[in-house]
């Protein structure tokens, strides 16, 4: 399953919005305001959205300026969750997040519409910083 987020321009640096993105911490300020928890250390974070199961991410890859990976901490679901990066201008910037994970027709078909409405959700953070 592929979700592709829209391309929003972002009011900060390409440099600057991969400094908060390469953060684990940083993403309490792309999540919505409706999670019920919220950890990170410099490996990844976890957070938990009121009626959905806890997700782990851990850091995946990073490539200056351009692109942060994470992946599901959790071996029973494979996933990797990216924020890739243009620069527009000295002041701006371009981002977009990008879902793909592996699951069964079944599984896919009950996630679907929430996971594109979390990518939204978490677009929206982005373009507000």
Same mark, same amino acid.
């Given at each position: 399953?592929?979700? &592709?987020?829209?391309?929003?321009?972002?009011?900060?640096?390409?440099?600057?919005?991969?400094?908060?993105?390469?953060?684990?911490?940083?993403?309490?300020?792309?999540?919505?305001?409706?999670?019920?928890?919220?950890?990170?250390?410099?490996?990844?974070?976890?957070?938990?959205?009121?009626?959905?199961?806890?997700?782990?991410?851990?850091?995946?890859?990073? &490539?200056?300026?351009?692109?942060?990976?994470? &992946?599901?901490?959790?071996?029973?679901?494979?996933?990797?969750?990216?924020?890739?990066?243009?620069?527009?201008?000295?002041?701006?910037?371009?981002?977009?997040?990008?879902?793909?994970?592996?699951?069964?027709?079944?599984?896919?078909?009950?996630?679907?519409?929430?996971?594109?409405?979390?990518?939204? &959700?978490?677009?929206?953070?982005?373009?507000?910083?």
């Amino acid at each position: 399953m592929n979700i &592709t987020g829209d391309k929003v321009v972002v009011n900060k640096p390409a440099s600057e919005l991969y400094e908060k993105a390469s953060n684990p911490a940083g993403y309490k300020d792309f999540l919505p305001p409706n999670i019920s928890k919220f950890e990170a250390d410099d490996n990844g974070f976890s957070f938990a959205i009121e009626g959905m199961p806890e997700i782990e991410l851990k850091i995946k890859e990073k &490539t200056l300026d351009s692109k942060v990976v994470f &992946t599901s901490a959790k071996d029973s679901i494979q996933f990797d969750l990216s924020l890739l990066i243009d620069k527009v201008s000295e002041t701006s910037s371009q981002a977009q997040i990008i879902f793909d994970g592996q699951f069964n027709p079944f599984i896919s078909m009950m996630i679907e519409k929430p996971l594109k409405n979390f990518v939204k &959700t978490l677009t929206q953070g982005i373009a507000q910083l």
